[in-house]
């Protein structure tokens, strides 16, 4: 069974850094893509950041390019994401996804079909 445990959340003010961590089990690690979403009240899920160690492939959507970065550790089968410079638009549900690789993986919710709970990020002003 797939299981994805985010952590890292919590109250940072603008400019201030915060990393994510998502620990995964129960799958090959670099057989799959993994992705970190977010989720704004009001708003569409939508994608941040994914990569893929099969291929090497990582994605960033343009609102985090340059601020944010994901890695991952396959000793021990966690994704990180590192935000920098966040901004109060930035407060979001921030949930880590899997997917089972396949070449045309994109980004996007919609690719994506075991999540974790999810972890609160706030951004003060």
Do not use: H
């Amino acid at each position: 069974e797939v299981q994805l445990v985010e952590s890292g959340g919590g109250l940072v003010q603008t400019g201030g850094s915060r990393r994510l961590s998502c620990v995964a089990s129960g799958f090959t690690f670099t057989d799959y893509a993994l992705g970190w979403f977010r989720q704004a009240p009001g708003k569409d899920r939508e994608g941040v950041s994914c990569i893929s160690r099969y291929d090497g492939k990582t994605e960033y959507a343009d609102s985090v390019k340059g601020r944010f970065t994901i890695s991952s550790d396959n000793a021990n089968n966690t994704v990180y994401l590192q935000m920098n410079s966040l901004k109060p638009e930035d407060t979001a549900v921030y949930y880590c996804a899997t997917t089972p690789w396949d070449a045309t993986w994109e980004c996007a919710p919609t690719d994506f079909n075991s999540w974790g709970q999810g972890t609160q990020v706030t951004v003060s002003y």
